[in-house]
């Protein structure tokens, strides 16, 4: 897995090598809050990987790479803190992969843009979708 904010983290992709046919994904979480006065603040994880708590300024991206399970099973995770609100879901699984976007033929990116009324999804960064609102 390689997990990156801004350009300053990288981890070794752990068994790349060794899977034949797997492909990667990328999930990347961008804030498009201008409020800077209030951080955006997060955590993500899966069963097998706590990404940490991750503080990004305004138009600020943290992304991570990872190679899913043979089994369809992987998950990936997110809370999402912003002054008094705040909101858990889901930012990968096999029900996701299928709208995010390929990159190249086995590199699939998941993109994530957090706004002030809540959040959006694209597979190209151009097109957005809001599926979330701030609890």
Known sequence: MTFCFGHAKEL???NAKI????????????????DQATSLTFRCQ????????HTTKYREEFYWRFVPNAW???LFFCHF???SKQRVFAVYDRKIEDFCGRW??????CYYEVRPDGFYRSFNLQLWYKFNDWI
Request: charged residues 15%.
């Open 12 to 14: 070794a992709f752990q």
């Open 19 to 34: 899977c034949l046919g797997c492909y990667k994904v990328t999930v990347h979480i961008i804030n498009a809050i201008p």
């Open 46 to 53: 899966s069963k097998d990987d706590d990404l940490g708590n």
């Open 72 to 74: 369809g099973s992987t």
């Open 81 to 83: 803190y912003w002054g």
């Open 104 to 109: 190249e033929l086995y590199h699939h990116n």
